[in-house]
């Protein structure tokens, strides 16, 4: 079984052809991605319009080099998967309109992924992994706690009530005058920052909820800015490491949480599990590892080439689905909003 994978919801395009491999892992044949951060970086954020314009000027060549790098025709194929959401919507009608183009054409399967979901299954194509396990999903728009159940069958056991980690750290590195993306970029100045030098909060830590909250930090933050204005380099460094250490401490006292709720709604964890580009932060990794050998569990994350968004991560999603008969028709629809778990019914 191969599988075509198309992603077009933010501001990476990318397609990728995946097969089952062994030990219920993936193989992935190619994975061809290509990143819009030059276009967007005199903005500081992404830009829809600009987005969704080069998704059509390089969509098509870039599905023709992952079916070739796989050494396949399209006929080989024996699935179209593509996100349809969320994600801002004109990237995602690019690429579900692309993928019906494509399953219409070669008579294959379609198969409408949710984004999410794939992110929450990477850790089955790299590591064939068993449920249930306890997933961290922490991008630029999400950040969730869910217990991972099996395909189609997510629980949530907390979320962000306002930013999203990896949007934290954006516009902490806009407030600071940081490079685009902003995550890498606070990580890096971090490096050489004194962690303790700021006393920032840490929202909602103790709560029964395995919720987060992000906002109030980032506006102890830039008081903090206001405060020594104009900064220094070692200003910024501290800055981002005191944030970034604050984050750290919140994650992980949410995650204590979640490990706890997790026994009512899903049982023993097979391991941790955390995905999104957040998860290619190094402070936040070896936390979660310390804090997965403290429950003894394994710890399992994508290698940072599949942190980010990518196609590999929506073929594999689209195997998942299409061996359980999941496919989709040609009226599947594009999703700027698509919440994929479920809340958990905790008292």
């Known amino acids: 079984?191969?599988?075509?994978?198309?992603?077009?919801?933010?501001?990476?395009?990318?397609?990728?052809?995946?097969?089952?491999?062994?030990?219920g892992r993936g193989r992935i044949l190619s994975n061809e991605v290509l990143s819009q951060i030059a276009e967007?970086?005199?903005?500081?954020?992404?830009?829809p319009e600009i987005a969704a314009r080069a998704h059509v000027e390089v969509l098509d060549r870039l599905i023709d080099r992952a079916v070739s790098g796989a050494g396949l025709t399209l006929a080989q194929v024996d699935g179209i998967a593509v996100a349809a959401g969320p994600g801002l919507i004109?990237?995602?009608l690019i690429g579900l309109v692309t993928?019906?183009?494509?399953?219409?054409?070669?008579?294959?399967p379609l198969i409408a992924v949710n984004h999410l979901e794939a992110h929450?299954?990477?850790?089955?194509?790299?590591?064939?992994?068993?449920?249930?396990y306890l997933l961290l999903l922490a991008s630029g728009g999400h950040t969730q706690l869910v217990a991972v159940k099996g395909v189609g069958d997510y629980v949530r056991l907390g979320t962000t009530i306002d930013d999203a980690i990896g949007e934290a750290f954006d516009k902490v590195a806009k407030l600071l005058g940081l490079g685009y993306p902003g995550g890498p970029e606070v990580e890096r100045m971090a490096e050489t920052g004194d962690p303790e030098r700021f006393a920032l909060p840490r929202p909602m830590l103790g709560r029964r909820e395995a919720n987060f909250s992000l906002s109030g930090l980032k506006t102890a933050l830039r008081i903090e800015a206001e405060k020594l204005a104009p900064l220094s380099t070692a200003d910024v460094a501290d800055l981002c490491a005191s944030f970034q250490a604050a984050v750290v401490d919140v994650v992980v006292d949410r995650l204590r949480v979640a490990m706890r709720d997790f026994a009512t709604v899903a049982g023993h964890p097979t391991a941790l599990v955390a995905a999104g580009g957040v998860a290619a932060n190094g402070a936040i990794r070896r936390a979660l590892t310390t804090q997965a050998g403290e429950a003894g569990l394994a710890f399992v994350a994508p290698p940072l080439a599949l942190c980010?968004?990518?196609?590999?991560?929506?073929?594999?999603?689209?195997i998942e689905r299409l061996r359980l008969g999941l496919v989709d028709d040609l009226t599947a629809p594009a999703r700027a909003r698509w919440p994929f778990a479920e809340p958990a019914a905790i008292a």
């Open 1 to 23: 079984m191969n599988v075509l994978g198309i992603e077009t919801t933010c501001d990476e395009t990318a397609a990728a052809v995946v097969a089952p491999g062994e030990n």
């Open 120 to 132: 929450a299954l990477t850790a089955r194509l790299t590591d064939g992994i068993g449920f249930p």
């Open 90 to 92: 004109g990237g995602v």
């Open 40 to 47: 967007h970086a005199a903005y500081g954020g992404v830009v």
């Open 99 to 108: 993928a019906k183009t494509l399953a219409l054409v070669t008579r294959k």
């Open 308 to 318: 980010g968004d990518n196609g590999a991560m929506i073929a594999w999603a689209g």
